[in-house]
């Protein structure tokens, strides 16, 4: 797997605003496992500190420096989306990156002990999503907000080099119970507006607005030509407003306290 990688990313959120994300990546440096709460980001040493069991149990068992998190988690029956994520893309083989959506959302139970502090997870709710290829995009924006009732949106912004140029490519996914909405580049949707905290896109006559409260975050590691050196940040519990409509017909509309939120638009690998 010489100068590729592939990863996990799978989000947690209990009842009470607490969440925390855990990824899990191959690449040139083997196996990495990083944490991402709140307060802080870390890579984790033991790797095998963290187990998972036929993709639906989690097992924590992490003691290095200042951090203790230990407990289980179980993870229920997973919902991903109906179509593929990158529609026609998805079957050209040297794109730098492809994105893929295991379970935009699903129900979760279990306890953990994130240092001093347990954590209720019983009729909590989680995502899964992965990544591989060679890098990174370039600059990027990438935004999840998962909500209870079985209500999850997923939106990614990239610069795409595809052969002797360069394109900006949205990936973005609704879903409300079995009902999906699809807002992508390969059924043209289009960005109407993108700054440094607010995002609009239009698919015909649908709108989805989303505004994000001070997107920065903690470091993580991301790939670059297959090795995991290069840092991005991310905010695992940033408040964000989102707005999607169909005409005026207003179909969600409410605030995000713990939406996660990567905002790299204006980073330079």
């Known amino acids: 797997m010489k100068n590729k990688f592939s990863g996990k990313y799978y989000k947690f959120i209990n009842n009470n605003g607490f969440s925390f994300a855990i990824i899990i990546a191959n690449s040139n440096e083997g196996k990495s496992v990083q944490l991402i709460t709140k307060k802080s980001s870390y890579n984790i040493n033991n790797i095998n500190q963290v187990q998972i069991i036929n993709e639906h149990h989690f097992i924590f068992e992490i003691e290095q420096d200042n951090l203790l998190f230990k407990g289980n988690i179980l993870l229920k029956e997973f919902h991903p989306l109906k179509k593929k994520v990158m529609g026609p893309f998805s079957y050209i083989p040297f794109m730098e990156c492809k994105h893929s959506i295991y379970s935009m959302y699903h129900d979760i139970e279990g306890v953990i002990q994130y240092n001093d502090i347990k954590y209720d997870f019983n009729n909590g709710y989680g995502y899964i999503e992965g990544d591989s290829g060679t890098n990174f995009p370039k600059k990027y924006i990438w935004y999840n907000s998962l909500l209870p009732n079985h209500k999850s949106?997923?939106?990614?912004?990239?610069?795409?080099?595809?052969?002797?140029?360069?394109?900006?490519?949205?990936?973005?996914?609704?879903?409300?119970?079995?009902?999906?909405?699809?807002?992508?580049?390969?059924?043209?949707?289009?960005?109407?507006?993108?700054?440094?905290?607010?995002?609009?896109?239009?698919?015909?006559?649908?709108?989805?607005?989303?505004?994000?409260?001070?997107?920065?975050?903690?470091?993580?590691k991301a790939p670059v030509k297959g090795s995991m050196n290069r840092y991005i940040k991310e905010n695992i519990a940033i408040e964000s407003k989102y707005q999607f409509l169909y005409k005026d017909e207003v179909i969600l509309d409410g605030t995000d306290l713990l939406a996660s939120c990567e905002w790299m638009w204006d980073d330079e690998r």
């Open 153 to 220: 949106i997923t939106i990614a912004v990239a610069n795409i080099p595809f052969l002797f140029f360069s394109f900006t490519g949205v990936l973005g996914f609704i879903k409300i119970d079995d009902k999906e909405y699809y807002l992508c580049t390969w059924n043209n949707v289009k960005i109407k507006k993108l700054t440094d905290s607010h995002l609009e896109l239009k698919k015909g006559k649908y709108r989805l607005i989303i505004d994000v409260n001070n997107p920065s975050g903690h470091k993580l």
